[in-house]
């Protein structure tokens, strides 16, 4: 299993801190997610239905025609490996490393790029990316997305681009153009909406190829309550427009605080900032001592990155926990 952010049982025993008493910032989730509705009995007692109108709902807030319900985007990025013989992929670094995990399982030979212009995109069958990116934040035009999604289609390649962060800035999406041939988009209601345990996610795509997916899938992928609660917080346009403008705003308030104490990012999201630091595992262990948890990123001199923190956005009550910890601080640049 790969390392993911969120694991405070495994951080309690090892700092000797009840979870209850952590400040988790290590996993870029909203932290006043989607208020969860009364749910009908019904949604447990009944199979999931899928005439329920919640791929309507997917498709109008996603602006796309074609969408598959999926048990979150880490379902979908586990399927598009299976559906091509083994290729040549060029994925971004650093990046999720799910991606090429499943791919790699598959037998694809995996690629690693920093910028649209490298080389091994010449010769790559498959272009991977995260827009905004997880976890450096580094971001593409559509317009070069674009760009770049029809040289691969005019030699039968595919590209693409998990979206699982872009929902706070959704003029950045490209999933309006998701039916064209070999262009795939993914999507998930884990990290705007909150919602992460719910398993919801959308693969966006060309029609054919997403029934021959949805095939793959076979029925009752999502379960009858998170069918329900994904609807709901999809058509909510109301509270979407008011948590993309309060995620911002909390982002940038993170950003300044992160800067006030010599750990200045270097980009960010609506949901996390991302900080390039020499002395991020002392700055991670510290923390941690805090009871603060936050994502470490390894230096990786053969790709020229640095070690890195990605602070994801603190809940109401913990800015003044994560601001005296930082006050606190002992290491110096």
Known sequence: MLEHGGNLNLAAKQYGIPRENWLDLS????????????????????????DDELIEAACAYYGCKFAVP???SQAALQLLPTLRPACKVAML????????????????????????????????????????????AKSFPPSELLSLHHKLSARNGWLIVDEAFIDATPEQSIATYSHL??????????????????????LLGAEQVLMQAQNIIGPWS???????????????????????????????????????????????TA??????????????DYLAK?????????????LGQQSALRFGLPS?????????????????D
Not at 294 to 301: E, G, K, P, Q, S
Request: glycine content about 8%; charged content about 15%.
């Open 27 to 50: 996993t870029g989730i909203n932290p006043n997610g989607y208020p969860i509705p009364d749910i009908p009995a019904s949604a447990w007692q009944r199979l999931p239905a899928d």
């Open 70 to 72: 999926t048990a979150g």
């Open 93 to 136: 670094s650093p990046m999720y490393q799910e991606h090429t995990h499943a791919w790699q399982r598959h037998g694809h030979q995996v690629h690693y790029f920093s910028n649209l212009t490298d080389q091994v995109l010449i010769d790559a069958d498959v272009v991977l990316l995260c827009n905004p990116n997880n976890p450096s």
């Open 181 to 202: 041939k070999g262009l795939f988009v993914l999507r998930s209601l884990g990290k705007f909406f909150g919602l992460a345990g719910a398993r919801v996610g959308f």
């Open 222 to 268: 999502l379960t009858g309550p998170s069918r329900f609660v994904a609807q709901q917080a999809l058509m909510d346009a109301v509270w979407q427009q008011q948590t993309r403008l309060a995620l911002l705003a909390s982002s940038a308030r993170l950003a300044a605080l992160l800067e006030r104490y010599s750990l200045s990012p270097n980009a960010g």
């Open 271 to 284: 949901l996390f900032q991302f900080t390039p630091n020499n002395q991020a595992i002392e700055w991670r």
């Open 290 to 302: 805090k009871g603060i948890l936050v994502r470490l990123f390894h230096a990786n001199a053969e």
């Open 316 to 332: 109401e009550n913990g800015w003044e926990h994560l601001e005296n910890a930082l006050k606190e601080a002992p290491i110096k």
